[in-house]
């Protein structure tokens, strides 16, 4: 693992995203694909909690981000549906 994060084949993929180029100078095309996801993370006696996880390609991965960053015990899932524009529930 990569500062805790990337195995090495993804480490080089979010550095070729983050630079613009591949090895062969051209822009990666997984670039288009790389995003910020928000999970929700629950540790042991604590409110849940939403974090956004930078740079990944998938909401599975952004899962095994959260739940690699939150350490054993913690619940990880996916946070409630944020429709935009919609009046916010707790303001009603």
């Known amino acids: 693992m990569i500062n805790g994060r990337f195995c090495i084949s993804c480490y080089n993929r979010d550095r070729e995203a983050r630079i613009g180029r591949n090895a062969k100078g051209t822009p990666p095309t ?12 629950t540790l042991p006696s604590s409110t849940p909690r939403i974090v956004a996880i930078e740079r990944v390609v998938s909401r599975m991965e952004a899962l095994v981000v959260a739940a690699r960053q939150a350490g054993p015990g ?6 409630p549906l944020e429709v935009p524009g919609a009046p916010d529930s707790a303001a009603a």
Do not use: F, M, Q, S
């Not at 288009?32 to 928000?38: G, S």
């Not at 913690?74 to 946070?79: C, Q, T």
């Open 30 to 41: 997984i670039t288009a694909t790389i995003h910020a996801k928000k999970v929700a993370v």
């Open 74 to 79: 913690a619940l990880i899932g996916v946070p």
